[in-house]
Structures are given as structure tokens and as C-alpha cells.
């Protein structure tokens, strides 16, 4: 990490610390940018770094891609001073997305460092960016990359952003494939989401929003489509996602000239409310329904010790004090059947018919 963390070695590998306690909510927010590759998801952090800059508030800028070549923005975190990518494919003989995914499993083992950072950093920045790799599977469906999003959403409000290219979702079968993806995220992370169209200076993503909003002129758009299986299959998942377009946050923005970027600041401030009242009870609750299955298993535990030292001083007991390891199952078991585990009314019946016998 640039000038703020060594380069670890195996030997101090910290394990995650899991946050119980809930997450801050007067940290200054996370804003995690994904997106397809050649997205534009580099060019849209380096345009929103330099407007906030601008305007007098600094982020705190966090890159995750191990196999970019330059940053084009300043950053405060950079994975490529934690592990070397090319040195990763070279030592375990891996391809370009194998690499990519262990970069980020041995970044995610220093990740508590990372929001410690953030952490101590908080009241100089106005929010933390990062910067994700541009092969998106290899982050959001990777074990590195859920860790990372749960570390950041346990501990402070986090948003997510999902930056669309506008130019080539002019093709109804990419943009259902965007939508798709966006959706699928959306309810992995189950946090605040945004989708950015991006390159609004090359095609207005104007029909995008139309698309969204009225099925029938997707419809339309569908019909210039030589395919007509991807056509059945695009109007069918248009659709399904019709609930999931009603609740969610869109963006035009155009990362070449600025445009849009005052949207993107009002739609990062509407999600962290919305982090606040939704996601926080959420996460409340899985601690809640958390702790009440750890009581449970201490109990059943508890429980069982118990049982092994029961059935332990009665073996004590029958053999002059000696262990029998050599004992058999079943006379183990009919030992364990002379100990009364039952009840109040197991034992009144069993008085009773003691008595009766008498």
C-alpha cells in the first residue's frame, strides 16, 4: 500500500476481523465501482476524483485492479503495492484471470488493515472510492471479493456502482445482459445500488431510461434483432425485471467532459440514507439470528460435554478407577441407558411404578 503499509509477508497474514458490533454510521461513506470491462469504471474514478477536488473535498482512493499498468489518479491504497501480479502468474504458473482473483484473495487476508485506514483517514476525505478490476466476475463472484464488500458494509455505509457503457448497450441483447448483471449484484450484496451510463457524450443513454420504463418500446428495439431466441429470451427476462427496475437509482454521466457528476454526488447522499434505514436493520437482524445460533450450539456443546463425563465417571466407577478403552459399543450404550436423563414427569412414573411394585 503506497506509503502508508509494508509489503506483508506470509508470516503476518492477519485473519478478518468480523464487525459485531454494527456498522458506523457517521463514517463517511464507500462507493465500490464495478462495472463490465471497458465500462469506463477507471476513467469514471478519475473524473469524479478530480470533482471532488475540485471542489474542495478530497476522496480517499482505493485501486483493486492488481493488473492495471498505470493509475491515472492519485491514490491513497494501491493493491499493486501489496502483492505483484505478473509475479503471481510467474510463481503459480497462473493465467490472466487466475492471478488477477489470488491478487485479491492475498489482499483481502490485509483487508482489516485497510479499513483501519479508512478508518483513521475518515475526517480528511469525503468519500472512499474503489476502484475495481475491469474482469468483473473475478471480484463480485470471488470469496476475496465478498469478503471485501461485507468488511466495508460491516463497518461504515457502503453504496455500490455499476457503471454501463451507453454506446454499446445501444444493443438491446447487451443492455438486458448489463441489466442482468446489475440485478444478480444487487442481490448479492444487498446494498444501496446505483447504475452510472457512462460515455453519455458519445450516445445519449436516454433510451436506456425508456427501455426501463416502458416494455413496450424494448419491445420495439428487440424486433431489429436477427435472432430470434435471444429476442424471446430478452423480452422475457425485461419482464422479470420490471420490479427490479421500479427501486432503482440511475445515472448519465459522461466521464470525457464531467457531465452528470453533480447527479452521481446526490445519488451517493440518497443511497447512504437508504443504507441507514434499510440496511442497517437488515444487518441487525443476521447478528441477532448470529448470536442466538452460537448460544444454541454453546448450549448443545455444553450438553454434550456434560454426557462424556457422565458416561466417563461411570466407566471410572465399574472399573476400580481404571479406563476400559477396549470396552464394546454395546455395553457402553447399556451403561448410558442406566443414566436417567429425563425429566420431572420421567421421574414421577418411574416412582410410581416403584411403588406399585413394592
Same mark, same amino acid.
Given at each position: 500500500?503506497?506509503?502508508?503499509? $509494508? $509489503?506483508?509477508?506470509?508470516?503476518?497474514? /492477519?485473519?478478518?476481523?468480523?464487525?459485531?458490533?454494527?456498522?458506523?454510521?457517521? $463514517?463517511?461513506?464507500?462507493?465500490?465501482?464495478?462495472?463490465?470491462? =471497458?465500462? =469506463?469504471?477507471?476513467?469514471?474514478? $478519475?473524473?469524479?476524483?478530480?470533482?471532488? %477536488?475540485? +471542489?474542495?473535498?478530497?476522496?480517499?482512493?482505493?485501486?483493486?485492479?492488481?493488473?492495471?499498468?498505470?493509475?491515472?489518479?492519485?491514490?491513497?491504497?494501491?493493491?499493486?503495492?501489496?502483492?505483484?501480479?505478473?509475479?503471481?502468474?510467474?510463481?503459480?504458473?497462473?493465467?490472466?484471470?487466475?492471478?488477477?482473483?489470488?491478487?485479491?484473495?492475498?489482499?483481502?487476508?490485509?483487508?482489516?488493515?485497510?479499513?483501519?485506514?479508512?478508518?483513521? +483517514?475518515?475526517?480528511?476525505?469525503?468519500?472512499?472510492?474503489? *476502484?475495481? /478490476?475491469?474482469?468483473?466476475?473475478?471480484?463480485?463472484?470471488?470469496?476475496? =471479493?465478498?469478503?471485501?464488500? *461485507?468488511?466495508?458494509?460491516?463497518?461504515?455505509?457502503?453504496?455500490?456502482?455499476?457503471?454501463?457503457?451507453?454506446?454499446?448497450?445501444?444493443? /438491446?441483447?447487451?443492455?438486458?445482459?448489463?441489466?442482468?448483471?446489475?440485478?444478480?449484484?444487487?442481490?448479492?450484496?444487498?446494498? /444501496?445500488?446505483?447504475?452510472?451510463?457512462?460515455?453519455?457524450?458519445?450516445?445519449?443513454?436516454?433510451?436506456?431510461?425508456?427501455?426501463?420504463?416502458?416494455?413496450? @418500446?424494448? *419491445?420495439?428495439?428487440?424486433?431489429?434483432?436477427?435472432?430470434?431466441?435471444?429476442?424471446?429470451?430478452?423480452?422475457?427476462?425485461?419482464?422479470?425485471?420490471?420490479?427490479?427496475?421500479? =427501486?432503482?437509482?440511475?445515472?448519465?454521466?459522461?466521464?470525457?467532459?464531467?457531465?452528470?457528476?453533480?447527479?452521481?454526488?446526490?445519488?451517493?447522499?440518497?443511497?447512504?440514507?437508504?443504507?441507514?434505514?434499510?440496511?442497517?436493520?437488515?444487518?441487525?437482524?443476521?447478528?441477532?439470528?448470529?448470536?442466538?445460533?452460537?448460544?444454541?450450539? +454453546?448450549?448443545?456443546?455444553?450438553?454434550?460435554?456434560?454426557?462424556?463425563?457422565?458416561? %466417563?465417571?461411570?466407566?471410572?466407577?465399574?472399573?476400580?478407577?481404571?479406563?476400559?478403552?477396549?470396552?464394546?459399543?454395546?455395553?457402553?450404550?447399556?451403561?448410558? *441407558? @442406566?443414566? %436417567?436423563?429425563?425429566?420431572?414427569?420421567?421421574?414421577?412414573?418411574?416412582?410410581?411404578?416403584?411403588? +406399585?411394585?413394592?
Amino acid at each position: 500500500m503506497s506509503a502508508e503499509n $509494508q $509489503q506483508p509477508s506470509s508470516s503476518e497474514i /492477519p485473519e478478518i476481523a468480523v464487525t459485531q458490533t454494527g456498522p458506523n454510521l457517521a $463514517q463517511k461513506p464507500s462507493v465500490l465501482v464495478l462495472g463490465m470491462a =471497458g465500462s =469506463g469504471k477507471t476513467t469514471f474514478v $478519475q473524473r469524479l476524483t478530480a470533482y471532488l %477536488h475540485a +471542489r474542495k473535498t478530497p476522496p480517499y482512493v482505493i485501486n483493486l485492479d492488481p493488473a492495471v499498468t498505470k493509475v491515472p489518479y492519485p491514490v491513497n491504497v494501491d493493491i499493486r503495492d501489496t502483492v505483484k501480479y505478473k509475479e503471481v502468474m510467474k510463481e503459480f504458473g497462473m493465467g490472466p484471470n487466475g492471478a488477477i482473483m489470488t491478487c485479491l484473495n492475498l489482499m483481502c487476508t490485509r483487508f482489516d488493515k485497510v479499513i483501519e485506514l479508512i478508518n483513521k +483517514r475518515s475526517d480528511d476525505f469525503s468519500v472512499c472510492l474503489l *476502484d475495481t /478490476p475491469g474482469q468483473i466476475e473475478a471480484f463480485t463472484w470471488s470469496a476475496s =471479493g465478498s469478503i471485501i464488500t *461485507d468488511s466495508l458494509a460491516s463497518s461504515h455505509p457502503t453504496v455500490v456502482m455499476y457503471i454501463v457503457d451507453s454506446a454499446r448497450a445501444t444493443n /438491446p441483447t447487451t443492455f438486458m445482459s448489463n441489466m442482468l448483471y446489475a440485478c444478480s449484484i444487487l442481490y448479492r450484496t444487498k446494498l /444501496p445500488f446505483i447504475v452510472v451510463f457512462n460515455k453519455a457524450d458519445i450516445v445519449k443513454p436516454t433510451f436506456a431510461l425508456k427501455w426501463m420504463q416502458d416494455f413496450e @418500446r424494448f *419491445d420495439e428495439a428487440l424486433e431489429d434483432n436477427r435472432s430470434s431466441y435471444m429476442n424471446d429470451l430478452s423480452r422475457s427476462l425485461s419482464l422479470v425485471l420490471d420490479e427490479f427496475y421500479c =427501486g432503482l437509482k440511475t445515472v448519465c454521466v459522461s466521464s470525457a467532459t464531467g457531465e452528470g457528476f453533480d447527479d452521481v454526488m446526490t445519488a451517493i447522499s440518497e443511497s447512504v440514507e437508504a443504507y441507514k434505514t434499510e440496511y442497517v436493520p437488515m444487518y441487525e437482524k443476521v447478528l441477532a439470528e448470529k448470536k442466538e445460533l452460537d448460544e444454541k450450539e +454453546r448450549k448443545k456443546r455444553e450438553e454434550e460435554a456434560m454426557k462424556g463425563k457422565a458416561v %466417563h465417571d461411570l466407566n471410572k466407577q465399574d472399573g476400580d478407577g481404571e479406563d476400559d478403552d477396549g470396552m464394546l459399543e454395546s455395553e457402553l450404550n447399556a451403561k448410558v *441407558d @442406566r443414566i %436417567h436423563l429425563g425429566g420431572v414427569d420421567e421421574e414421577n412414573d418411574e416412582d410410581a411404578e416403584i411403588e +406399585r411394585a413394592t
